[in-house]
């Protein structure tokens, strides 16, 4: 985390960028930053990888794909987390919203994708964090498989 009235986010950190932590009134304090080397893009492609691994998809770089070969263009419309204060409990909530384009000999397709995840907590923890992050990440590819089920995929 990343914190400080005097620090700035510079290009690289604001892709890592995940949230940002408030006080009671509202003022940041600090900004909840994924590990070095990853970033929103990165985090997202593991994730659509895995799941079109998990559906006998092989995912490559489009530059190494094979004339024909499907291509997938994905905009992150959304990849955040926000605390809900609140007076006996708090919550964590993470939201994940995907469009995604898919071109291929059979035609285009845009599917939109979204996750959401919800912690309810006492305390805000970066595990806290972590725990509504992957909630939404689990309901992400539960949306993901009923997405690419209802479009042929």
């Excluded at 659509?48 to 092989?58: D, H, P």
Aim: aromatic share 10%; net charge positive.
């Amino acid at each position: 985390m990343k914190k400080g009235a005097s620090y700035a986010l510079d290009a690289t950190q604001c892709k890592q960028a995940i949230a940002r932590k408030r006080g009671g009134f509202g003022k940041a304090f600090g900004d909840i930053l994924l590990t070095p080397g990853e970033n929103v893009e990165t985090v997202t492609r593991k994730m659509l990888t895995n799941a079109f691994a998990s559906r006998g998809y092989n995912v490559v770089d489009a530059a190494s794909a094979p004339a024909g070969t499907p291509h997938v263009t994905v905009d992150i419309r959304q990849f955040r987390a926000w605390f809900t204060p609140g007076f006996w409990s708090a919550s964590i909530e993470a939201k994940l919203d995907t469009r995604l384009k898919i071109d291929s000999p059979h035609g285009h397709r845009q599917i939109t994708v979204t996750g959401y995840g919800h912690n309810a907590i006492q305390v805000a923890r970066e595990a806290n964090w972590q725990l509504a992050y992957q909630r939404a990440f689990e309901d992400y590819l539960k949306q993901f498989a009923d997405a690419a089920n209802n479009n042929g995929l």
